[in-house]
């Protein structure tokens, strides 16, 4: 069964360690996270972008398809299906579609504005027992379409975000989607530190996961931060291990290009990241 992310987020945040939010993109994908949690007692939450979710066909596939794969591949973990960066229309639809928990981005609304359709969206999914991330400031980079300009929350918008009941909050504190480049400046664990002073016990979310440095993450995590998101990562692993097999003409052997072989080595693959990130995150036994 899907549950919300405000429990399992909690109990992380009450625990000092991170729960991640692996990006899915298809069934491979959902398979891989899905029993790399069950295999390290890790609670974990599937993440869709709104993008994503379009090129699985619509929310609703999506959530078949979790919710039958909870049953047949016997997952007792925690496991929340969540909306990633969803605009106002994108987190009604989601909720609909039976989404457990869902993230409205109105980061690029005036604050104003954000306040107002984020309570509007917590009333619907709060009545519905689904949770709701919020963002203040932006995460830079590009994801699926969603352009952040990287700027760095006000710990004040942060508290007025957080005190209209949001279950978990995003904070643009220095992060970017996709890679840092070389010169990347780092986090801002000074206006993190502010963050989570303003917020008190609300788990606060880190975006852009990917080649964030070790010691960052761990400063994170001791900062507040209790749900970590990774997209590209997985990404990159899965295409460096398809590429590999491809290369070494592989699919070229015997019936190597049946998809159920083809598609097996990027899987692994990201099985071995996602436990890579659960392990650092310190999620492992905590279901
Ligand atoms: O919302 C998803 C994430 O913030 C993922 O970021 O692609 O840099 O890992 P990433
Ligand atoms: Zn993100």
Same mark, same amino acid.
């Given at each position: 069964?899907?549950?919300?992310?405000?429990?399992?987020?909690?109990?992380?945040?009450?625990?000092?360690? &991170?729960?991640?939010?692996?990006?899915?993109?298809?069934?491979?994908? /959902?398979? &891989?996270?899905?029993?790399?949690?069950?295999?390290?007692?890790?609670?974990?939450?599937?993440?869709?972008?709104?993008?994503?979710?379009?090129?699985?066909?619509?929310?609703?596939?999506?959530?078949?398809?979790? +919710?039958?794969?909870?049953?047949?591949?016997?997952?007792?973990?925690? =496991?929340?299906?969540?909306?990633? %960066?969803?605009?106002?229309?994108?987190?009604?639809?989601? +909720?609909?579609?039976?989404?457990?928990?869902?993230?409205?981005?109105?980061? %690029?609304?005036?604050?104003?504005?954000?306040?107002?359709?984020?309570?509007?969206? +917590?009333?619907?999914? %709060?009545?519905?027992?689904?949770?709701?991330?919020?963002?203040?400031?932006?995460?830079?980079?590009?994801?699926?379409? =969603?352009?952040?300009?990287?700027?760095?929350?006000?710990?004040?918008?942060?508290?007025?975000?957080?005190?209209?009941?949001?279950?978990?909050?995003?904070?643009?504190?220095?992060?970017?989607?996709?890679?840092?480049?070389?010169?990347? &400046?780092?986090?801002?664990?000074?206006?993190?530190?502010?963050?989570?002073?303003? /917020?008190? /016990?609300?788990?606060?979310?880190? %975006?852009?996961?990917?080649?964030?440095?070790?010691?960052?993450?761990? /400063?994170? +995590?001791?900062?507040?931060?209790? $749900?970590?998101?990774?997209?590209?990562?997985?990404?990159?692993?899965?295409?460096?291990?398809?590429?590999?097999?491809?290369?070494?003409? $592989?699919?070229?052997?015997?019936?190597?290009?049946?998809?159920?072989?083809?598609?097996?080595?990027?899987?692994?693959?990201?099985?071995?990241? =996602?436990?890579?990130?659960?392990?650092?995150?310190?999620? =492992?036994?905590?279901?």
């Amino acid at each position: 069964m899907l549950v919300s992310a405000k429990d399992m987020l909690q109990k992380a945040k009450a625990g000092k360690y &991170a729960v991640g939010q692996f990006n899915i993109n298809n069934l491979e994908w /959902t398979k &891989a996270v899905l029993l790399t949690a069950q295999e390290n007692q890790s609670p974990v939450i599937l993440g869709v972008s709104e993008g994503a979710g379009k090129y699985m066909t619509g929310f609703k596939t999506v959530a078949a398809m979790v +919710i039958a794969m909870l049953e047949e591949l016997n997952i007792t973990v925690p =496991v929340a299906l969540h909306l990633d %960066h969803g605009g106002y229309e994108g987190a009604k639809k989601a +909720i609909d579609a039976g989404f457990s928990s869902v993230m409205f981005d109105g980061s %690029h609304y005036d604050i104003e504005e954000n306040v107002e359709k984020t309570k509007e969206i +917590i009333s619907i999914a %709060h009545a519905r027992g689904i949770s709701v991330e919020a963002e203040v400031g932006s995460i830079g980079g590009e994801e699926d379409g =969603v352009v952040g300009a990287g700027e760095v929350a006000d710990p004040d918008e942060c508290k007025r975000i957080a005190d209209l009941g949001v279950d978990m909050l995003a904070a643009g504190i220095g992060n970017i989607h996709g890679k840092y480049p070389a010169n990347w &400046a780092g986090l801002n664990f000074q206006v993190l530190a502010k963050i989570q002073e303003k /917020t008190g /016990t609300m788990p606060l979310v880190l %975006h852009g996961g990917t080649g964030i440095p070790e010691d960052m993450i761990k /400063t994170a +995590i001791s900062l507040g931060v209790s $749900k970590i998101n990774v997209n590209t990562e997985c990404q990159l692993s899965f295409a460096d291990a398809t590429r590999k097999y491809i290369e070494a003409g $592989k699919d070229l052997e015997g019936k190597g290009f049946d998809p159920r072989k083809l598609l097996k080595p990027g899987t692994d693959a990201i099985m071995a990241t =996602v436990k890579e990130k659960m392990e650092l995150f310190g999620s =492992v036994n905590q279901a």
